[in-house]
T-cell receptor, first 115, second 117 residues
Framework: SQKIEQNSEALNIQEGKTATLTCNYT??????LQWYRQDPGRGPVFLLL?????KEKRKERLKVTFDTTLKQSLFHITASQPADSATYLC??????????????FGQGTTLQVKP | NAGVTQTPKFQVLKTGQSMTLQCAQD?????MYWYRQDPGMGLRLIYY???????DKGEVPNGYNVSRLNKREFSLRLESAAPSQTSVYFC????????????????FGQGTRLTVV
């Protein structure tokens, strides 16, 4: 079955460093991957989308890469701040394995940025 | 615009009771989704509706039913609640989930925290 996996262990980094989060997928060739941010007690909020024909996408301090050979997307936050502390989720859906409008998520990785 | 509105925000049920979680969106979106979120499990898709008039099972549909009442509303029903259904439930919508090669962003409600005792 289609699977999308993230490292469920929390990531702790120092303020100012670059945080790198990983999303791997199996049994699937997604047309795109999305990244969301979730704060405690709130619903996820969309951050970025990257399509299969795009190697890299940037938005302010955020950067997403998509490697279809490794079946992996990396999500980077540069110059991280304590306000970046949250859970980050990747999601996928779209063409590749029968596009039905489904949208599935990974487990999420919790990022803690220490001052 | 209110976005995606879920009701209720909190609910406690006894085992065997039934209830319906309501979700409405005012963004004229075609696709709507129900997820449950448990610690360490991320968001798991229960059911979704790619467009008005259609519903499909997600990853964890057992014990649930859904109704796409109209384009705005998508409800989730627990016919006989079980303690294993204790979770936080999220409704989401997006413009169109089936557009080839284009993944439109999903908008989420605030969640319903359900406890089954």
């Amino acid at each position: 079955s289609q699977k999308i996996e993230q490292n469920s262990e929390a990531l702790n980094i120092q303020e100012g460093k670059t945080a790198t989060l990983t999303c791997n997928y199996t049994n699937y060739s997604p047309a795109y991957l999305q990244w969301y941010r979730q704060d405690p007690g709130r619903g996820p909020v969309f951050l970025l989308l990257i399509r299969e024909n795009e190697k890299e996408k940037r938005k302010e301090r955020l950067k997403v890469t998509f490697d279809t050979t490794l079946k992996q997307s990396l999500f980077h936050i540069t110059a991280s701040q304590p306000a970046d502390s949250a859970t980050y989720l990747c999601a996928t859906g779209g063409l590749g394995s029968g596009n039905t409008g489904k949208l599935i998520f990974g487990q999420g990785t919790t990022l803690q940025v220490k001052p | 615009n209110a976005g995606v509105t879920q009701t209720p925000k909190f609910q406690v049920l006894k085992t065997g009771q039934s209830m319906t979680l309501q979700c409405a969106q005012d963004m004229n979106h075609n696709s709507m989704y129900w997820y449950r979120q448990d610690p360490g499990m991320g968001l798991r898709l229960i059911y979704y509706s790619a467009s008005e008039g259609t519903t499909d099972k997600g990853e964890v549909p057992n014990g649930y039913n859904v109704s796409r009442l109209n384009k705005r509303e998508f409800s989730l029903r627990l016919e006989s609640a079980a303690p294993s259904q204790t979770s936080v439930y999220f409704c989401a919508s997006r413009l169109k989930g089936t557009l080839a090669g284009v993944g439109t962003e999903a908008f989420f409600g605030q969640g319903t925290r359900l406890t089954v005792v």
